[in-house]
């Protein structure tokens, strides 16, 4: 790839990277990046990924701008309430970089669109919000070989690991959903906005690192943070040989669409 | 008394003490909301009751977290 004068102005943070450089920055342009949820997550990665020059972005969603998001989803602006997420996403990476090639699913992720979508795809960021969606992710993305970075955040709390294929997984740390009626998740427990901007900002760099090479990724160890307290700690984890998923004797062979969340508000947390 | 260590944090315990009474000790809020390893490995849920947690051991509580999107 050959960088015109405004490319090579526009990345030259990164093109000064000694890790980085002109090799880098065309790697990262020659990225092919799928983005799951345009909310609190996938706004930051969205945003960084695009600024970054990522070739080609495809960000896969199926709900509107509702107001309500606006206090963390900050791809999101006022105007753009009731809008498909996808939609006002698009926009706005095309405004931070025309570069970017944008592909929009105005849809929800499931067992029988799983492997469609992430097919074309180089890394996979997991921005959803709720745990059928991500053991659907983890599974698909292990079972295809796929690369990606799963993300959650909670009131004040935030997670994150990077799963390549051999590394410890999403199920081999956490085994399958938690029973719904136990989950609270952000619409019904609350979060502090600038988490989601912490914990994307690392899955976005955790995005260019794997493009670039650069580094060590965020594999066998989940990161998570307290913003309360402010203390970040990794958890070393390992591939675990019992794994439904990627274990000596895998049982789920297929992807699951497991059961929505139907809480309420709970009252004492 | 014996000091483990509960997520990075000393914690001074009557060994041996069963992981569930552990987990009752350290007031956690949803059991079933949390991945428990000792020592780098988990510990299946079905465990809980029969792992014992003794002097020097390591515990993570890894706690469920769902949020992101809407
Ligand atoms: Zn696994």
Redesign the interface.
Known sequence: MDFNEDQIQRYSRHILLQDVGVEGQEKISNGKVLIIGAGGLGAPVALYLAAAGVGTIGIIDGDVVDLSNLQRQVIHFTPDVNKAKVLSAKEKINLINPDVEVITYYDLLTASNAFEIIKDYDFVVDGTDNFPVKFLINDACVMAGKPFSHGGILRFDGQTITVVPGTACYRCVFHAPPPANAVPTCSQAGVLGAIAGMLGTIQAAEVLKYLTGVGNLLTNRLLTFNAKTMDFRTIKVKHNSKCQVCGDHPTITELIDYEQATCELKTNN | MSAILV??KVQEIEAPISLIDLIKLNNV??P??V?I?VN???V??ENFESTLINADDEV?F?????????
């Open positions: 997520n990075d809020e949803q079933e909301m991945s390893q780098g490995e988990f299946a849920r993570d890894l706690y469920f977290m769902g949020g992101g999107s809407r």
